[in-house]
C-alpha cells in the first residue's frame, strides 16, 4: 500500500499505514524526492509508528531515502520507533547513520525546524 | 498450539519475506512470547527471508513449536537451493556484512535468537536453523 504524503507549510508528512513491501518503499523514495522540489519543501517526517519491524533492508531504505531528500535540500526525521522495534533494531546491530530520530510527531517537527534553522545559520 | 503444526511458507518475493515474518509473529503469540520476543522472532525471520530471495531467488521457511527437555520454543528453518555460502566462518563474522551492503546479516540475526545453526553447500544450498525458548 502506497504511504500517503501531506504537505504542511515547508514541510512534507509521510505516514506509513501498513507494512511496507519493497515496491511501497521505494515508491515512497520517489514521491518523496519529487515533491520536495513541487512544493520546495524544507523538511520531511517520516511516520513508522505501525511499522512492528525494521530490518535491515527497512533501515537501509531509510538511509537512502533521507541522503536523496539531502540532495534535493530538504531534511529528514524519522518517527514513532515502537520500543520492540528497537530493541530488536540495536540487538540486530542495525544503525541509521545520519537520519535524526524523534520520539513522535509533535517531537519530530521541532526537531525538523530546530535542523532547518541550523542549516540556514551555518549557510549565512 | 500443539507441537505437531507446522507453518511452511514459500519465499519467492518481498511480499513472501512479510508473510513469513507474520506468520512467526502470529505463532509466537500463540506460545506466550512477549511482544518484545515476537519482535525479535519476526526480525529473524524477516533477515533469513531476505537472504533466500536475495541470493537464492526462492526457497521456503517452516516455522513450528517445539519441546525439549521440558523446555518449550519456537523453531524456525529457512531452506533453499541457491548458490550456497564459500566461507560460513567469514558470513558468521560480524562487520563482514556492512550495514551498506546488501549484506547475509548472519551474527545480527543469531543476535536475535537462543539457538542459531548454518549449513551450506557450495551449487547445493543453504539451511538456516534458529530456535528462541520461553522462559
Known sequence: MAVPILKQHDYLIATVQSTLTDSDMMQLQNDLAERVGRFRSKGVIIDVTVLDVMDSFACRMIRTIAQVIRLRGAETVLVGIQPDVAFAMVQLGLSLDNVPTALDLEDGLALLEQRIRGRHNHER | ?135
Open chain 2, 1 to 135: 498450539m500443539n507441537d505437531e503444526s507446522i507453518v511452511i511458507v514459500a519465499i519467492r518475493s518481498d511480499a513472501d519475506i512479510i508473510a513469513a515474518r507474520q506468520q512467526g509473529r502470529q505463532i509466537a503469540a500463540s506460545l506466550g512470547f512477549t511482544s518484545t520476543e515476537q519482535a525479535l522472532i519476526a526480525t529473524a525471520i524477516s533477515e533469513v527471508a531476505r537472504n533466500i530471495v536475495e541470493y537464492a531467488q526462492k526457497g521456503e521457511i517452516t516455522i513450528q513449536a517445539f519441546s525439549e527437555r521440558g523446555k518449550h520454543g519456537i523453531l524456525v528453518q529457512a531452506r533453499d537451493q541457491g548458490p550456497g555460502i564459500a566461507d560460513l566462518d567469514l558470513a558468521m563474522q560480524d562487520g563482514y556484512s556492512t550495514s551498506n551492503s546488501l549484506g547475509l546479516g548472519l551474527p545480527g540475526t543469531k543476535r536475535l535468537m537462543d539457538e542459531f545453526d548454518i549449513t551450506s553447500e557450495i551449487g547445493k544450498g543453504t539451511t538456516v536453523t534458529m530456535k528462541k525458548w520461553r522462559y
